[in-house]
């Protein structure tokens, strides 16, 4: 099947550094990726819509100048998150879509101290 | 309001013994239907899908699900589970018009195996 990769596994940052996340199609060609935010015991909040070439479409309420997300090639997006936080500290998943499905990510811990 | 609902947030079932896990959906067409399962701290794997066609569907690791129209379900199963299959397991939609393929997910249930 479709593998994701995820890069890195486990972050630690300090509070109002940035950070970058990315997610590699290594088989396929993505023209579209998604990123998901998934606090523990809870289940997976979609963030963004990344599409190759353009901007990417948030969800309502997730603030675009802090995850910045960019999709520059077919099988690589990045998530940046920008001055972080304490409270940005969770678990980001991304996927690959094709042909209506997805194909997940290992994810990424992210802890801000 | 368009929802997908996971009735049983932890279920907790004996090595050997029969797993069935619930599923409804709320939407005005028939979306395409997924199961995925969750191990700790880990992505997201594939266990089956459902777009058209029979509705049992089998899957990976001895799971099968069933789509019932007239309940507006997809319930995942399995006829003896393994210590290994203790998980979380997601069920999620995708609306057929949705050109995006943008996933809906439930809230999860978290599956416990005793010995």
């Known amino acids: 099947g479709a593998v994701v990769s995820q890069h890195p596994s486990w972050v630690i940052c300090k509070s109002g550094t940035s950070v970058k996340i990315e997610c590699r199609s290594l088989?396929?060609?993505?023209?579209?990726m998604f990123w998901y935010r998934q606090f523990p015991k809870q289940s997976l909040m979609l963030m963004a819509t990344?599409?190759?070439?353009?901007?990417?479409?948030?969800e309502q309420g997730v603030e675009k100048d802090k995850f910045l997300i960019n999709h520059a090639s077919l099988t690589l997006s990045t998530l940046t998150v920008t001055s972080a936080h304490p409270e940005d500290s969770s678990f980001y998943i991304c996927?690959?879509?094709?042909?209506?499905?997805?194909?997940f990510g290992p994810g990424t811990r992210l802890t801000v101290t | 309001a368009q929802s997908v609902t996971q009735p049983d947030i932890h279920i907790t079932v004996s090595e050997g013994a029969s797993l069935e896990l619930r599923c409804n959906y709320s939407y005005g067409a028939t979306p395409y239907l997924f199961w995925y399962v969750q191990s700790p701290g880990q992505g997201l794997q594939l266990l089956l899908k459902y777009f058209s066609g029979d509705t049992l569907v089998q899957g990976i690791k001895g799971f099968e699900a069933e789509f019932k129209r007239s309940q507006s379900s997809f319930n995942l199963r399995k006829p003896s589970v393994h210590w290994s299959d203790a998980a979380e397991y997601f069920c999620?939609?995708?609306?057929?018009?949705?050109?995006?393929?943008?996933?809906?997910f439930g809230a999860g249930t978290q599956v416990v195996v005793t010995p």
């Open positions: 999620a939609v995708v609306l057929s018009t949705d050109s995006w393929g943008k996933l809906q």
């Open positions: 996927s690959a879509g094709e042909n209506y499905e997805q194909y």
């Open positions: 990344s599409n190759e070439g353009s901007k990417a479409t948030y």
């Open positions: 088989d396929f060609q993505a023209t579209t």
